[in-house]
């Protein structure tokens, strides 16, 4: 079925005219059945980006509609559905399988020298099972909606008549296409690593990638059982979280957020893993504290499984356990705020490059702090009985989920696209992109969490005269931050038919991925690179001519 | 429909006067409403601890990094900044350690308020809360029913609350309380308020179509004033004067407060059926059965609504069983029976 | 899928895959992998078991009365079956570890028939209580032979079943953590006939038995979760 | 098949010793009798703890000799325990929590067969 094709020229540190992975073979099959790593995660961050652009659509109509008070475009009905669809599809499709998907699958094997993961075709069926479960969600588009919200609480998903059981089937194969890639990653990093690679000698991408894969293997399949029990409890009235059966609502809650919680640490952990990366890059310093930086990875991974029950300060739940639960939900702000002061300090007595995806993390910071710090005013019990259910909620959540992470999957793109295609975008438009997201996410979500706390619940289709303002601001600020998101992704795309060539190393990165061909070729490497320090970056010089940073003989190699 | 940016920055304007006003009292402040309970300063003060925390280390974040991008920007030719540490201890232990103090705090301080409005005081007044898709009903203690809750300023009230259906929520912002109301138990809160005035309450736990529109009227007043108002609601059939209504009166008054949204009485089918014109007529149902619309008829279909579901309309009536006296399901009747056959 | 592109020196046999370096590095990969899904497993079967400990702590009584309608000779039976096929499949590794193809095909062939003959067991329970009206959440309607049958193994004489409390709940979670845990054991059944066909062309020697391993792994899993349900289900006082 | 001579003395496995299998099933099945056997006297409330240890005591085994965690890499005990672990965190919360509130359902229940005479 394959088609071999040799390439004209092919300018490979190897000097050969070998082809790489994206033209190795052809046609659509050679795409849908390959097992290579690369495109894998070519697919996935296609698929990703559509996912983020159907759930983006779906932001814009709840934005339009709350333009005014009474609501502007649709009925209740339709509007609790944009709502919920909005957040399950960018949950479920994008920012959960965004970075370990697409940004983990093409530059994890290729750090750490590998020629794949640790088992490929497990890889590829991850992907297709994305791609199932996102078959489901847009079919429960057409098959009546969903209208639950992403958190899907009982007794109302088994009321409703909309297509829970559609949408619950598509989040139980996403999570097992999270699963295998988490499972993946485990054994892969385990496993594959060349012997002179010590844990610690590891870029900081993997660690993160790392421990996210270890949250996705404990915490996922709870998630797969809540659902599949979910879906029966609808269709044979189970009474299991249904109180109408003598089940317990509440129950339900502490199943779906033991998901969920360490779920948001799914979604963040690869974030920060890509930040460690940029900020070590383009600082031109090994990350400050790296150790440190690695331990509170897992540390992080680790904590957020005892914080659940945050989400439940007001559902009933004892108020013993919402003592437990805020006093660890603390203890991830030590971790995080490691993290945020040990990037800060890579950057002291740097040598500080502001390419694209250095705006990019640098937003990120500022955005982080401002998305952690107010998760310390929901996990003050008190201060979240007022705060829980409103704006301030969705403002918190958006500047970790849209403000970090969705920056932070713009960066890495930006970061591994000129390996990733081999094709240079447009800087000055990169950056347009990045100020304009910049803003737009501000103006969006800033006045939310004044609307929050001034009495703003959120999930409400329509709402009092007095927060029209703040809801007009937020929807302006809503188009601003699509316009950017636009201009982010047309860059990137359009570099792929009009870019320059991109160099084999054109940040000065030290990681492994670099020492490949631009694209890489299908088996990574003819000969694994030797492991060099991690973060050293004392042998990589900038060529005025082709702009791109080459390694200089190597002396430093004998004393490490 | 405008979007220009100009009008944008107007609106921008206009919220900061909103959120600013003058008399903060009234009006609330940029963060909140106004505080009208004992427990909403306790909230607040742990929200602008933390607030203040937050505004100084996004700060200083901030400033360090547009600083340092500044001053180890990257020149042309010079690739490597200068020689600095790799790591350092005792400075990590600060910054984990600075953070990790103050966090105590955050956390005890938002312990004990959440303690103290979680521990209704003994011997509170009590007010019965039902809510069901989507409406609120509160029953006071001497029987009084009401879609607006009242409460005399300045008292201990507990609130017990039910639901009928699914989860709701009970918050009130300008108290600062939330509770869920979960199917299945009933839970409680409490409020001292110490200010009358006239206050919304929402669901905040999303219940459905119209969760959005589950609010209700808060009336803080002082104590004559709801006494007065308590003890009338307590027989809301009662005119002016002081006479009973008729029957016919009784049902049109409950008609007005529980039926009126899925039954009309002009011959319009709603979410259910028309009541004009009904009494005394042969219905047929979904399954093909037909019955009389009479007595027992009836006060079936208010206990068991989804028995006997009419042709043509959606099984949606939840069953109003325990919610109306004698008296008054005989009030529903003549009124129905009114509006002729 | 292509393996024929790499010859960059590597004496690859043909079951190393091309992206290992060694055989060692392949059958710990995936071994580590295969205990990494049974984690998997684990935290599945996990929320079926904590509900069950939440009904129960709840309704003792109501598990007490329903536990009357299994029948402990027909789960133990089940038991030592699970436990056979489960040493069976040891067996089969070890075979599979010494080239020893015979005795490996017979393992695997008495694996797959206690795998069946548990299956068919289950079936016969499930039919019965079907015919009693036994069933799950709504569908829960027992009949006059239920009643029967509750009197005879309680001694004692009671009229009406309705008498006791909501057993229907037990039901929902006897159907779920039963069914779930049979669902399994269809698929093991699947994954050893595969193994099986493989063992009989021959593709296992000591350099690579990691399917044998792995998918004795999963079994081994699959009876461990058994050996609770057992006396959680069949064991109530 | 690959009999790969070249590389003498290379192992992968550690082929279990069939006589520690039987043993182990052996083992197994006495323990089924056993719990069968116990469950028919009643020990109050210990009967649960009984019924328990006994089917932790064959879990053990089965992993500890069947899995063949006895001689495993580190990792592979490592994930399995930790897995254990994890599941247990997720019940002994979440159950603890339910056991605080069970007495507001109880509650409920009774004022609701109250309301109903
Ligand atoms: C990626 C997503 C993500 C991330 C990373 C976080 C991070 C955190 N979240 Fe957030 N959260 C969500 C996504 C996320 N959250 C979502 C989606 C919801 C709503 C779900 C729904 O209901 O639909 C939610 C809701 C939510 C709630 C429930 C609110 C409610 O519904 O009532 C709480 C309560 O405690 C909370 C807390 C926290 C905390 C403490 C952190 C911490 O991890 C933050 C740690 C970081 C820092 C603290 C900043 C860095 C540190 C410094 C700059 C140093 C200085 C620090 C101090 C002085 C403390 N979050
Ligand atoms: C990663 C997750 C993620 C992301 C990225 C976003 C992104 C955005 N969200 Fe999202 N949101 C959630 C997760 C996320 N959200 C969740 C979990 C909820 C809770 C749901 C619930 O309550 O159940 C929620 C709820 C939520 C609400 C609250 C609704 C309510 O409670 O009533 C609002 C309101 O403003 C909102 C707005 C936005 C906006 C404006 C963006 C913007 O950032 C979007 C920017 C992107 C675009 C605008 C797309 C750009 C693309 C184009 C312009 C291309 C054009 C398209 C084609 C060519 C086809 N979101
Ligand atoms: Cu009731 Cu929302
Ligand atoms: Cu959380």
């Not at chain 2, 037909?290 to 279909?301: A, G, P």
């Amino acid at each position: 079925m394959e088609t071999k094709v040799t390439h004209d020229k092919n300018d490979s540190i190897y000097g050969g005219a070998e082809p790489n992975y994206l033209n190795a073979s052809k046609g659509i099959l050679s795409w849908m059945f390959t097992i290579d790593h690369k495109r894998i995660g070519v697919m996935y961050t296609f698929g990703t980006i559509g996912a983020l652009m159907l759930g983006g659509v779906f932001a814009l109509l709840v934005r339009l509609h709350l333009w005014v008070p009474e609501g502007l475009l649709v009925d209740n009905q339709t509007y609790n559905q944009f709502f919920t669809l909005h957040g399950a599809v960018m949950v479920f499709l994008f920012v959960i399988p965004g970075i370990p998907g697409a940004l983990g699958n093409f530059a994890l094997p290729l750090m750490l020298g590998a020629k794949d993961v640790a088992f490929p075709r497990v890889n590829l069926m991850s992907f297709w099972l994305w791609a199932i479960g996102a078959v489901f969600f847009v079919t429960v588009l057409v098959t009546g909606g969903l209208d639950t919200g992403w958190t899907f609480y009982t007794p109302y998903s088994v009321k409703t008549d909309t297509s829970v059981i559609w949408a619950v089937s598509g989040a139980f194969f996403l999570g097992f296409s999270s699963i295998f890639t988490g499972l993946n990653f485990i054994v892969t990093v385990h496993r594959m690593r060349p012997k002179n690679m010590g844990w610690f000698n590891m870029p900081l991408f993997i660690w993160g990638i790392y421990s996210t894969a270890v949250i996705q293997v404990l915490a996922t399949p709870v998630l797969g059982i809540t659902l599949l029990l979910l879906a029966v409890e609808r269709s044979a009235g189970l009474g299991i979280f249904n109180s109408e059966f003598g089940g317990d609502p509440v129950l339900f809650q502490h199943f779906f957020w033991f998901y969920s919680h360490p779920a948001v640490y799914i979604m963040i952990l690869p974030a920060m893993a890509i930040i460690s990366e940029l900020m070590a890059t383009f600082s031109r310093k090994k990350v400050f504290g790296y150790t440190l930086v690695a331990y509170s990875s897992v540390a992080i991974a680790i904590f957020g499984f005892l914080v659940w029950g945050h989400h439940m300060f007001t559902s009933g739940q004892s108020a013993w356990a919402s003592l437990v639960f805020s006093t660890l939900t603390f203890s991830i702000s030590i971790p995080s705020a490691i993290k945020v002061f040990n990037w800060l300090s890579t950057m002291y007595k740097g040598s500080v490059r502001l390419d694209t995806p250095m705006w990019y993390a640098l937003a990120f910071l500022w955005m982080f702090t401002v998305g952690g710090l107010t998760g310390m005013f929901l996990g003050s019990m008190g201060t979240d009985v007022h705060l829980h259910d409103t704006y301030f909620i969705v403002s918190h959540f958006h500047y970790v989920m849209v403000g970090s992470i969705m920056f932070a999957y713009f960066g890495g793109l930006h970061y591994w696209w000129p390996k990733m295609f081999g094709k240079m975008y447009n800087e000055v438009m990169g950056k347009l992109g990045a100020a304009l997201m910049f803003i737009g996410f501000n103006v969006t979500f800033f006045p939310q969490f004044i609307m929050g706390s001034r009495g703003m619940p959120r999930r409400y289709a329509t709402y009092l005269p007095e927060f029209q303002n703040l809801h007009q601001v937020s929807t302006v600020g809503a188009f601003i931050l699509g316009t950017g998101v636009a201009v982010g992704i047309w860059t990137l795309f359009s570099s792929i038919v009009n870019g320059k060539k991109a160099p084999q190393n054109p940040w000065g990165a030290a990681s492994m991925e670099w020492e490949t061909a631009t694209p890489p070729i299908e088996h990574n490497f003819h000969e694994i690179p030797t492991v060099k320090p991690v973060y050293d970056f004392s042998t990589l010089k900038f060529n005025e001519e082709t702009g791109n940073w080459d390694r200089i003989a190597d002396t430093s190699e004998d004393n490490n | 429909m405008n979007l220009p940016i100009l009008s944008t920055l107007a609106n921008l304007v206009q919220a900061a006067q909103v959120a600013v006003p003058s008399d903060p009292t009234a009006e609330g402040t940029f963060w909140f409403p106004v505080q009208a309970s004992t427990l909403a300063p306790k909230s607040d003060w742990t929200f602008y601890y933390i607030y203040w925390i937050s505004a100084f280390f996004t700060a200083l974040i901030v400033a360090a990094m547009i600083f340092m991008a500044i001053r180890y920007r990257y020149r042309k030719g010079v690739w490597d900044g200068e020689e600095s540490p790799g790591h350092g201890l005792a400075l990590e232990l600060t910054w984990s350690g600075i953070p990790f103090l103050l966090t105590i705090a955050m956390w005890y301080t938002g312990f004990k308020s959440y303690m103290y409005g979680d521990t209704p005081p003994p011997n509170g007044y009590e007010i019965q809360v039902k809510a069901r898709q989507w409406n609120w009903e509160f029953i006071y203690p001497n029987g009084a029913k009401s879609t607006e809750l009242h409460l005399p300023v300045e008292q201990d009230v507990t609130f017990v609350m039910s639901s009928a259906d699914v989860l709701h929520s009970f918050w009130i912002p300008a108290f600062r309380v939330k509770k869920d109301i979960v199917p299945g138990r009933y839970t409680k809160t409490w409020v001292h308020s110490t200010l009358e005035g006239q206050y919304t309450l929402f669901c905040t736990e999303y219940c459905g179509k119209d969760h959005s529109q589950m609010m209700a009227q808060v009336f803080v007043e002082d104590q004559a004033t709801f006494d007065g108002w308590v003890a009338k609601q307590a027989n809301p059939y009662l005119d002016e004067d002081g006479q009973p209504f008729t029957p016919v009166a009784i049902g049109e008054k409950i008609y007005g407060q529980h039926c009126f949204a899925c039954h009309s009485i002009d011959g319009s089918a709603v979410v259910g059926p028309s009541w004009k014109g009904s009494w005394g007529t042969e219905r047929t149902f979904e399954n093909g059965d037909t019955r009389l619309f009479d007595e027992n008829y009836f006060k079936e279909s208010l206990l068991d609504p989804g028995a006997q579901v009419v042709k043509g309309f959606p099984p949606a009536m939840t069953s109003y069983r325990g919610v109306f006296k004698d008296s008054e399901i005989d009030g529903l009747i003549a009124y129905i029976k009114s509006l002729g056959n | 899928m292509s393996s024929s592109t790499h010859d960059d020196g590597h004496d690859h046999p043909e079951w190393l895959a091309h992206h290992f370096e060694t055989p060692e590095q392949q059958f710990e990969a995936g071994k580590f992998g295969m205990w990494v899904f049974l984690v998997t497993e684990v935290l599945f079967f996990s929320g079926l078991f904590c509900a069950y400990t939440y009904y129960r702590g709840n309704h003792p009584d109501m598990f007490l009365d329903a536990h009357f309608f299994l029948s402990t000779k027909m789960g133990a039976i089940n038991t030592a079956v699970l436990i056979l096929s489960s040493f069976t499949m040891a067996t089969a590794v070890r075979n599979a570890q010494m080239e020893n193809r015979v005795w490996l095909i017979r393992n695997l062939v008495i694996t797959i028939a206690c795998a069946i003959g548990f299956l068919v067991v289950k079936a016969f329970e499930y039919s019965h209580k079907f015919h009693m009206g036994l069933k799950w959440g709504t569908f829960y309607n027992p009949n006059e032979h239920a009643l029967e049958a509750y009197n005879e193994a309680t001694g004692r004489h009671l009229t009406d079943l309705s008498q006791l409390p909501d057993l229907h709940q037990f039901f929902s979670i006897y159907y779920c953590m039963t069914g779930l845990h049979g669902v399994h054991v269809v698929l093991g059944i699947v994954a050893i006939s595969l193994l099986l066909r493989r063992a009989i062309r021959g593709d296992f020697n000591r350099y690579y038995f990691t399917a044998v391993d792995g998918v004795g792994l999963y079994w081994h899993l699959v009876d461990l979760i058994w050996i609770f349900l057992f006396p959680l289900m069949y064991l109530i006082h | 098949m690959h009999h790969s001579e070249e590389k003498p003395g290379y192992d992968l496995g550690h082929p279990a010793s069939m006589k520690m299998l039987v043993g182990v099933f052996g083992a197994l099945l006495a323990l089924t009798a056993l719990t069968v056997g116990v469950a028919q006297f009643n020990f109050g409330a210990a009967d649960l703890s009984i019924a328990m240890l006994i089917a932790t005591v064959k879990a053990t085994l089965v992993a500890v000799f069947f899995m063949h965690l006895n001689h495993d890499k580190g990792v592979n005990r490592l994930f399995f325990i930790g897995s254990i672990l994890f599941a247990g965190l997720f019940m002994a919360i979440a159950l603890g929590d339910a056991s605080e509130y069970q007495q507001d359902l109880r509650d409920f229940e009774a004022a609701q067969e109250l309301l109903q005479k």
